[in-house]
């Protein structure tokens, strides 16, 4: 049974970087037609899709985001990550990773992390 | 556009059915999916590639498509249902975009 763990700060300070390690257990990030990604949600809104990468290292980014952002994978640890830069409080959220299809289920999510919140105060 | 729309709120008498909408131009050239989200949970896959129910959703559960505009069914509305609910798809880039978010509530 697939399993995703989010794990990193859950206190960044306003202009840091935000970094945060989904593993990946019962499953291999190294799998064609998945791709994994980082989903967050501010308190008491909706979900935002963040990034993505496929277990190769290709890369999509939310363009709202992509100047700020940069995920990666580490098939070795079976493990992808996630840094936003310059976070203000507006990034504070709870952060999902996740994954989902390829093509024409890109935006087929269907594992979750069970999520952790990340609040971004001095 | 790469925008899906949903009604903020819904209700429903305990028994009876009630349908989620969700539009965006996306919708006429992928397929949407639709997850459940209880407080403080993951948020769930209930319905994807238009009508499609992963392994242990009930059957009460249901989707349709038709051009622009998607819904999800609840039929015999339970009690444990109460919950907001997403749609979400991709656009062209590919994004993964989702909607607003609809909260049914069980009356």
């Known amino acids: 049974h697939l399993q995703l763990q989010e794990s990193g700060p859950g206190l960044v300070k306003p202009s840091e970087t935000l970094s945060l390690t989904c593993t990946i257990s019962?499953?291999?990030?190294?799998?064609?037609?998945?791709?994994w990604g980082w989903i967050r949600q501010p308190p008491g809104k909706g979900l935002e899709w963040i990034a993505s990468?496929?277990?190769?290292?290709?890369?999509h980014y939310n363009s709202s985001l992509t100047s700020r952002v940069t995920i990666s994978v580490d098939t070795s640890e079976n493990q992808f990550s996630l840094k936003l830069n310059s976070v203000t409080a507006a990034d504070t959220a709870v952060y999902y990773c996740?994954?989902?299809?390829?093509?024409?289920?890109?935006?087929?999510?269907?594992?979750w992390g069970r999520g952790t919140l990340v609040t971004v105060s001095s | 556009s790469s925008e899906l729309t949903q009604d903020p709120a819904v209700s429903v008498a305990l028994g009876q059915t009630v349908r989620i909408t969700c539009q965006g131009d996306?919708?006429?050239?992928?397929?949407v999916s639709w997850y459940q989200q209880k407080p403080g949970q993951a948020p769930l896959l209930v319905i994807y590639?238009?009508?499609n129910r992963p392994s242990g959703i009930p059957d009460r559960f249901s989707g349709s498509s038709s051009g622009n505009t998607a819904s999800l069914t609840i039929t015999g509305a339970q009690a444990e249902d109460e919950a907001d609910y997403y749609c979400?798809?991709?656009?062209?880039?590919?994004?993964?975009?989702f909607g607003g978010g609809t909260k049914v509530t069980v009356l």
């Open positions: 590639d238009k009508n």
């Open positions: 996306s919708l006429r050239s992928y397929y």
């Open positions: 990468i496929y277990y190769i290292g290709y890369t």
């Open positions: 979400n798809s991709r656009d062209s880039s590919p994004n993964v975009i």
């Open positions: 996740a994954r989902h299809g390829d093509h024409g289920d890109f935006g087929k999510i269907d594992y």
């Open positions: 019962g499953g291999s990030i190294s799998i064609s037609s998945y791709y």
